[in-house]
């Protein structure tokens, strides 16, 4: 575990004995489409000539994982936000029951660590 985050967990977990933790880890990532539009036919040797669109599809896609068991949720998105990272957050308390505690370590990227962004219960 992180140092800086150990302390937190310690001084977090000390004052409740009936609360079982998880800890994931988060991240996002875009994933860019370039569509053909048709099959492209050539001659033996020469190089084939495509219509490519050169506007590109973009697809986000934010993963949690837990370490210790590999477990994971993932969202796709349009692009990734505050608005997104906020309903990322309520997922996850929504996925876990009330009796655990989620801790989710995140990069600073402008969309974690923005004061627009409500952290949920739990």
């Known amino acids: 575990m992180h140092d800086r985050l150990q302390p937190a967990v310690q001084a977090e977990t000390c ?13 996002e990532h875009r994933l860019e489409l370039k569509p053909v539009y048709r099959r492209v036919w050539s001659r033996t040797g020469e190089q084939p000539k495509a219509v490519v669109a050169h506007r590109s599809r973009w697809c986000s896609v934010a993963t949690c994982v837990t ?42 990227a402008g969309w974690h660590v923005s004061p627009t962004v409500k952290i949920p219960d739990g």
């Open 67 to 108: 370490p210790e068991t590999g477990e994971r949720l993932r969202w796709l998105a349009n692009r990734i936000d505050t608005e997104v990272m906020r309903r990322v957050l309520r997922a996850l308390t929504a996925t876990w029951s009330e009796a655990a505690k989620v801790w989710v370590v995140l990069d600073r």
């Open 15 to 27: 004052l409740r004995s009936d609360v079982s933790d998880r800890f994931l880890a988060n991240d």
